[in-house]
């Protein structure tokens, strides 16, 4: 069982950024995949960054303006979030998935930017 509490969520605007933690109550091996989702007013659920190993991928939306990252040694995942648009307004999500399950959600946190 592992537990994610994200953290760093809040009001920015636009152009701003914003640094999401995600910190894990187990050891988050590099076998996991790490992700970050969002979901925004009205729609669905979306992936916005994930990570496994030393591999990377974003959605076209964040491309270039978001990072993930992880630091092994705090258990801990991250998304840098630069050069912040209106439509990135949502609640931001970290799932951790370890190989062979469903893998393990947080609680969500908020970003709105806006000016």
């Known amino acids: 069982q592992v537990q994610l509490v994200e953290s760093g969520g809040g009001l920015v605007q636009p152009g701003g950024s914003l640094r999401l933690s995600c910190a894990a109550s187990?050891?988050?091996?590099?076998?996991?995949?790490l992700g970050w989702y969002r979901r925004a007013p009205g729609k669905q659920r979306e992936l916005v960054a994930s990570i496994s190993g030393s591999s990377t991928k974003y959605a076209d939306s964040v491309k270039g303006r978001f990072t993930i990252s992880k630091d092994n040694t705090k258990n801990t995942v991250y998304l840098f979030m630069n050069s912040l648009k209106p439509e990135d307004t949502a609640v931001y999500y970290c799932?951790?998935?370890?190989?062979?399950?469903?893998?393990?959600w947080g609680q969500g946190t908020q970003v709105t930017v806006s000016s």
């Open positions: 187990g050891t988050i091996f590099s076998t996991y995949i």
């Open positions: 799932r951790v998935v370890p190989p062979g399950s469903l893998g393990y």
